[in-house]
C-alpha cells in the first residue's frame, strides 16, 4: 500500500514536470523586426504595433536609470500621437476612436484574457508532491533575467472611417520617428481577404488598392 | 514599291531569314510562357483558399503549414491533439471549424479525413464551394469521396472499393477496412481535386489495429466491433477556422500562437501565401531576367546575321543603287527589313506560345495543379512587342549604317 503512495507520488511528479515542460515556451523576437496587423472590417480598421524596445529607444532592459527613463517616456508619447507613426489618406476620414499605448516587459505578453488559465495552473500545485515543487525558488531567478529581458513597444489604434474604400496607401512616418527601426512585418485582413507585406524604410508605405 | 522590294529581298534570302525570325520567336515565346506561367501560377495559388480567416496546426514556419494543409505539398511536423482542437472551438471569436486530418494516401494520391462541413466552409475562387458531381457525401463509415481528379486518373466509379494505404509511401494497406465511393466531387482547379476524402472517424477506425505506424501484429478488430467503438479522433492534423469578425482575427491568432498546453500555429492563408510568393519572387524574377537576355541574344544574332549578309548583299546594293535608290533608301531597306523580321516573329512566336500552352496546359494542371489560363494577350504583352520592335530597330541601324557606307564607297561598281 505505502509503495502505492510512492507510485502515485512519482506519477504525480512525473505529470507536473510535463505539464511544466508543456507550458514552456518562449515568444519569438527579433531585433529591427516590428510586427503591425492591419484588420478591417465595416467602417472600422485597427491598427495593433508590437515593436521591439532595441527598434524605438535602442535598449530592451527595464528603464531604471533617470535617462532610460526619460527615453522610453519619450517614445510612449511619440506612440500616443498615431501621425508620428502611420497616415491614412485623408479622403478616408478616419478619426480616432480609441487607442492603447503601452510597454511589454519580458515575456507577459499574454497578459489580459489568460489570466483564467494561469489559476488552472495552480491547482497543479496544490497535488500533494510539495517537496518537488520547492523549485519554484528557481522561479525566482526570473527577475535576475529580466535584466536582460526584451521589453517591446505595444500600440493599438481603432478608427472608425467615413470613407473606408479610400484607403488605398497607408504611410508609415515610424521610419522616421524612430531612427533606430527596421522593418515592419505587416499582416493585414479585411472582408476580400488576408496578405502580408513587408515594409522597409526606404519605401515607408503599403498599397491597398483593391484589397478593402 | 520600298515595302515590295525590301519583301522579296527577303523571300530571296527565305533560310537565313526564317532561320532568324524562328530564334527570335522562340525566344520571345520563352519569354511570353514564363510570364504566362507566373500569372497563372499565382492566381491559381491565391484562388485556392478564400474566406477561411485562420489555418492552425501543430507549430510550424506559416509556409510550411499553408503548404502542407492546403497544397498537400509536405508534411506536418506534428498533430494537434483533439483536446486543443475543442478548446479552440469553444473560443468566443470562433464562427467555425473544420478539421483536417493528413497522412495517408492511395495510390499517391492524399487521403484526407475531415467532416461534411468542410464542402460547405471550403471556398475557392472567391466564393466558389465545392460541389459533389456524381453519388453523396460520406453518409457511412467506409464510404469516400474523391476529387474529381482522382476519379479521371484512376477511372473510378461509385460503387469502386478503393484501400487506403499507410503513410504516404508505403506498402502496407489498410486493407482490411476497403472503403466504398459514394461520391465524386466537381472539378474545381485545386488540390481537392487530387484528394481522396473520407470522414475524420474513418481515420481513426482505419487505425484502431496500429500502433506507432506499424499493424499490432495478430491483431484484428472486426469491422462490427470498429462500427461500435467511439471514433472521436486523437488528434487532427490543421484546422481551418472562420471568426465571427475580422477584427478578432489577430487576438485570436495570439491566443493560438502563445496556447500554453500545446504548440500550436496559427496563420492567415493570405498573409503566409504573400510570404511564401516573396520568396518564389526571386526565382521568377531570375526566369524573367533570363528570358530577357535570351531575347537580347537573338536580337544580337539578327544583328550578327544582316552583318554577314552585308558582304553578299553588296552586289544587291548596287543594283538598288543602279535603279535610282539613295543611300538613305538602303538604310530605310534595312531598317524595313528588320521591322518586317521582328513582326513576322512575333506573329510567330504567340501562335507558337498558344499552340505551346495548349499542348502542356493538361500536363501542367495534372501534375502541378497549375491552370495556366490560355487568354488573348494582355496589354502588357502589347508594350513588350513595341519595345522588341524598337530594339531591333535600334539592332539593325549598326549593319544599315555600314550598308550606307558600303553603297557610297562602291557606288555601283563593286570591287571585291
Request: proline share 2%; with cysteine; charged share 20%.
Given at each position: ?21 508543456e ?78 499605448i ?22 497543479h ?17 526570473h ?43 505587416v ?9 502580408s ?16 | ?9 527577303l ?22 510562357s ?20 485562420l ?64 464542402f460547405?466552409r ?11 458531381d ?6 457511412d463509415l ?13 477511372g ?6 478503393l ?32 484528394t ?20 499490432i ?6 469491422i462490427?466491433e ?44 493570405g ?39 552585308l ?17 538613305f ?9 528588320a ?60 549593319p ?15 570591287k571585291?
Amino acid at each position: 500500500m505505502k509503495k502505492n503512495i510512492y507510485y502515485s507520488l512519482l506519477i504525480s511528479a512525473m505529470v507536473s514536470v510535463s505539464a511544466a515542460e508543456e507550458t514552456r515556451q518562449v515568444d519569438k523576437h527579433e531585433h529591427g523586426v516590428g510586427e503591425l496587423n492591419i484588420a478591417i472590417e465595416g467602417n472600422a480598421i485597427d491598427f495593433e504595433f508590437f515593436i521591439p524596445g532595441a527598434d524605438i529607444v535602442g535598449f530592451e532592459y527595464e528603464a531604471k536609470t533617470e535617462s532610460d527613463i526619460a527615453l522610453v517616456n519619450a517614445a510612449l508619447e511619440k506612440f500616443e500621437n498615431f501621425d508620428n507613426i502611420f497616415s491614412l489618406s485623408e479622403s478616408s476620414n478616419c478619426n480616432l476612436v480609441n487607442s492603447e499605448i503601452g510597454i511589454n516587459q519580458d515575456d507577459d505578453h499574454d497578459d489580459h484574457d489568460d489570466h483564467d488559465e494561469h489559476d488552472e495552473h495552480d491547482d497543479h500545485d496544490n497535488h500533494d508532491d510539495h517537496d518537488e515543487h520547492d523549485d519554484h525558488d528557481e522561479h525566482d531567478d526570473h527577475d535576475e533575467h529580466d535584466e536582460e529581458a526584451h521589453n517591446e513597444f505595444v500600440a493599438h489604434y481603432s478608427f472608425n472611417c467615413g470613407n473606408i474604400k479610400e484607403i488605398d496607401r497607408i504611410s508609415f512616418p515610424y521610419f522616421t520617428t524612430f531612427p533606430n527601426s527596421g522593418e515592419l512585418e505587416v499582416q493585414f485582413v479585411s472582408e476580400i481577404g488576408s496578405t502580408s507585406f513587408e515594409v522597409e524604410g526606404d519605401e515607408p508605405f503599403i498599397d491597398l488598392k483593391g484589397k478593402i | 514599291m520600298l515595302l515590295k522590294l525590301s519583301f522579296s529581298s527577303l523571300y530571296a534570302r527565305l533560310v537565313t531569314v526564317g532561320m532568324t525570325i524562328l530564334a527570335i520567336s522562340v525566344s520571345l515565346m520563352l519569354y511570353m510562357s514564363v510570364e504566362k506561367l507566373r500569372t497563372s501560377a499565382y492566381t491559381s495559388f491565391t484562388d485556392t483558399i478564400s474566406q477561411t480567416d485562420l489555418i492552425v496546426g501543430a507549430r510550424a514556419s506559416s509556409v510550411q503549414l499553408l503548404l502542407y494543409s492546403v497544397f498537400r505539398i509536405g508534411n506536418a511536423t506534428n498533430n494537434i491533439t483533439w483536446e486543443s482542437y475543442l478548446d479552440l472551438v469553444s473560443k468566443e471569436e470562433v464562427d467555425w471549424t473544420v478539421p483536417i486530418s493528413l497522412g495517408d494516401s492511395h495510390k499517391g494520391f492524399r487521403v484526407m479525413g475531415t467532416n461534411k462541413e468542410f464542402f460547405s466552409r471550403y471556398k475557392y475562387r472567391g466564393s466558389q464551394s465545392v460541389s459533389i458531381d456524381k453519388g453523396y457525401l460520406f453518409e457511412d463509415l467506409y464510404d469516400v469521396v474523391l476529387g474529381a481528379g482522382v476519379a479521371e486518373k484512376l477511372g473510378y466509379k461509385i460503387g469502386t472499393s478503393l484501400v487506403v494505404s499507410h503513410g504516404l509511401q508505403s506498402f502496407s494497406d489498410h486493407d482490411d477496412q476497403p472503403f466504398r465511393v459514394s461520391g465524386i466531387l466537381k472539378k474545381t482547379g485545386t488540390p481537392v481535386d487530387n484528394t481522396v476524402i473520407v470522414s475524420l472517424a474513418a481515420i481513426e477506425a482505419i487505425h484502431v489495429d496500429w500502433s506507432t505506424g506499424a499493424k499490432i501484429p495478430g491483431q484484428l478488430t472486426p469491422i462490427d466491433e470498429i462500427r461500435e467503438m467511439d471514433l472521436t479522433p486523437k488528434n487532427i492534423t490543421a484546422a481551418l477556422v472562420g471568426v465571427k469578425s475580422k477584427l478578432t482575427i489577430f487576438q485570436l491568432q495570439r491566443w493560438i500562437n502563445e496556447y500554453p498546453e500545446e504548440a500550436m500555429t496559427a496563420i492567415l492563408p493570405g498573409a503566409a501565401l504573400q510570404e511564401l510568393w516573396r520568396v518564389v519572387g526571386v526565382i521568377e524574377n531570375l526566369l524573367l531576367g533570363i528570358s530577357v537576355v535570351v531575347i537580347f541574344t537573338t536580337l544580337v544574332g539578327m544583328a550578327a546575321i544582316m552583318f554577314s549578309s552585308l558582304s553578299e548583299r553588296r552586289r544587291e546594293m548596287a543594283i538598288w543603287r543602279a535603279m535610282g535608290a539613295s543611300p538613305f533608301t538602303v538604310i530605310g531597306l534595312l531598317m524595313l527589313e528588320a521591322i518586317f523580321i521582328s513582326i513576322l516573329s512575333i506573329t510567330f512566336s504567340v501562335v507558337l506560345l498558344f499552340c505551346v500552352l495548349n499542348l502542356l496546359q493538361p500536363w501542367i494542371d495534372y501534375n502541378y495543379g497549375i491552370l495556366v489560363n490560355i487568354e488573348m494577350l494582355a496589354i502588357k504583352d502589347m508594350y513588350v512587342f513595341a519595345v522588341f520592335i524598337i530594339a531591333s530597330i535600334t539592332v539593325s541601324l549598326l549593319p544599315a549604317i555600314r550598308a550606307y557606307w558600303f553603297s557610297i564607297n562602291d557606288g555601283m561598281t563593286i570591287k571585291l
